[in-house]
């Protein structure tokens, strides 16, 4: 076990749900020590039986690190609970709401030294811990949000954990992780559910036109209503402005339909935004060259087609496919650097693919 492991060994997560048996598993690949706790025992035993820890019970003192996993109504309790059962531990939560919690335990009185709020920026519509892996979190963004009580030690440590789980470390005041998160993830998820909704209205001979685009819309409306709501209601005041914000401009692109106007200008700022998004590597969305291509829906197809781009010399950056619904085939989407464009689409084209550009 390296030196930077066993500053954290052994480490209790408490909540074997998606994210912390996600946790666990990464954390025991690296070598840590884990034990889960869980208030349905058969949550931490089915976690157990993927390798995301012991339910075993540990010496609560040498308990070098608490994580916290549980559903954002449970979290201050959890926490005050956990920063005394473990005397010698830090405590971090891994919950999607910084700024709330912290008051919620200020208000409460507890000693906050050892405690630091993060949030890996990962999940899926999924949940349970038979979702969970170890890789969740490579590559993500886990945010870590110190107050002013805590100390550089326990900042540290929230951030070694991030790290062994494969995640990209940044820091965020509480609050400001509260807004920014209400931008980037809770108005989203609440415009996902509103498009979704209106689809229970519709014709069902109408759905049958639906294509990828409404599906990429609405997937993350799938997500737990009862673990959705405690996240949004607990960041509700972060939300409610930028929800108005979002409607405001639904209501002017349907007030110039109305009178027959144009709703370019409307539809030039989506692509504006689009454009600020960050991508791999840092790059912009818009600086990846796009082709697309059909693709058929047989085994060894996709296999084939990455062999053929890697036998061109062109890494695939990112790809999606969309599934035709009548067909045994797909169309396929890929982005490559844009240096590699024009190689891209001649040597795939010579390799037999229907390579065009988007």
Not at 33 to 44: F, G, K, N
Not at 104 to 114: H, K, T, Y
């Amino acid at each position: 076990m390296s030196e930077g492991v066993s500053d954290i060994d052994p480490v209790v997560v408490i909540g074997a749900g998606l994210v912390g048996a996600s946790v666990g598993c990464a954390l025991t690949s690296v070598g840590v020590r884990v034990h889960l706790r869980d208030r349905e025992p058969s949550h931490a035993a089915v976690a157990a039986g993927i390798g995301a820890g012991t339910t075993a019970a540990p010496d609560r003192s040498a308990v070098g690190l608490v994580v916290v996993a549980v559903p954002p109504g449970a979290l201050c309790g959890t926490v005050a609970a956990a920063l005394e059962e473990y005397p010698n531990a830090v405590v971090t939560d891994v919950g999607s709401v910084k700024g709330t919690l912290l008051d919620e335990l200020v208000a409460e009185g507890v000693e906050l030294s050892r405690y630091v709020g993060s949030h890996p920026m990962a999940g899926s519509q999924h949940a349970g811990p038979v979702t969970a892996h170890a890789d969740l979190f490579t590559g993500r963004t886990w945010v870590v949000c110190p107050h002013p009580a805590t100390t550089p030690g326990t900042l540290a440590v929230a951030e070694q954990l991030g790290e062994l789980c494969g995640a990209r470390v940044v820091s965020f005041e509480p609050h400001e992780h509260d807004e920014a998160v209400a931008g980037v993830s809770h108005v989203p998820h609440l415009v996902s559910v509103a498009v979704a909704a209106s689809l229970c209205d519709e014709v069902p001979r109408r759905l049958e036109l639906a294509g990828q685009g409404v599906r990429d819309v609405t997937r993350i409306a799938g997500s737990d209503p009862m673990l959705w709501d405690q996240i949004l209601t607990a960041n509700g005041p972060a939300i409610s402005h930028r929800l108005r914000e979002v409607a405001d401009r639904l209501m002017m692109a349907a007030s110039a339909l109305d009178q027959g106007r144009t709703v370019e200008p409307y539809l030039r700022q989506g692509v504006a935004g689009t454009k600020v998004l960050p991508g791999k590597h840092g790059l912009r969305q818009s600086e990846y060259a796009r082709f697309t291509l059909p693709i058929p829906d047989e085994p060894g197809a996709l296999a084939r087609l990455f062999a053929d781009a890697d036998l061109a010399g062109v890494n695939i950056e990112d790809f999606s496919i969309e599934h035709d619904k009548y067909h045994a085939s797909g169309r396929l989407q890929v982005a490559v650097d844009p240096e590699a464009a024009a190689s891209f689409a001649t040597m795939m084209t010579g390799r037999g693919w229907d390579v065009r550009p988007l």
